[in-house]
């Protein structure tokens, strides 16, 4: 499977952004896309997720911090899965990865096989 994240960068505290996660030679709509995020603590922390059905849970009691501020979604034209980040602040710095899984949804990294190049998030105060 062939995916790219994008989206990341330097933003203020405050700000907002929209990561992207495109795929190639696939059709992403038949999976599961979860998004996680490697930042201070060493583990990666399951954020949202959208399942091929089109519904979405958000994992707050893993990340409680993100709640309310970030929103999974899915364009099937553009074969893309979007995290939609608003109201960043510091805490919110890491690396962001995409991770298909074919039909469910599930918190545990190690239950993804495949996994994008990673994005970087910088949240400036």
């Known amino acids: 499977l062939q995916f790219v994240e994008s989206g990341g960068g330097l933003v203020q505290a405050g700000g907002s952004l929209r990561l992207s996660c495109e795929a190639s030679?696939?059709?992403?709509?038949?999976?599961?896309v979860a998004w996680f995020r490697h930042g201070p603590r060493e583990e990666r922390e399951p954020l949202s997720c959208?399942?091929?059905?089109?519904?979405?849970?958000?994992?707050?009691d893993y990340a409680d911090l993100v709640k309310g501020r970030f929103t999974i979604s899915r364009d099937s034209a553009k074969n893309t899965v979007y995290l939609q980040m608003n109201n960043l602040n510091p805490l919110d710095t890491g690396i962001y990865y995409c991770?298909?899984?074919?039909?469910?949804?599930?918190?545990?990294?190690?239950?993804?096989?495949?996994w994008g190049q990673g994005i970087q998030v910088t949240v400036s105060s």
């Open positions: 030679g696939f059709t992403l709509d038949n999976y599961a």
């Open positions: 959208i399942r091929a059905d089109g519904t979405t849970i958000d994992y707050e």
């Open positions: 991770a298909p899984r074919f039909k469910f949804c599930t918190p545990s990294p190690a239950n993804y096989v495949y």
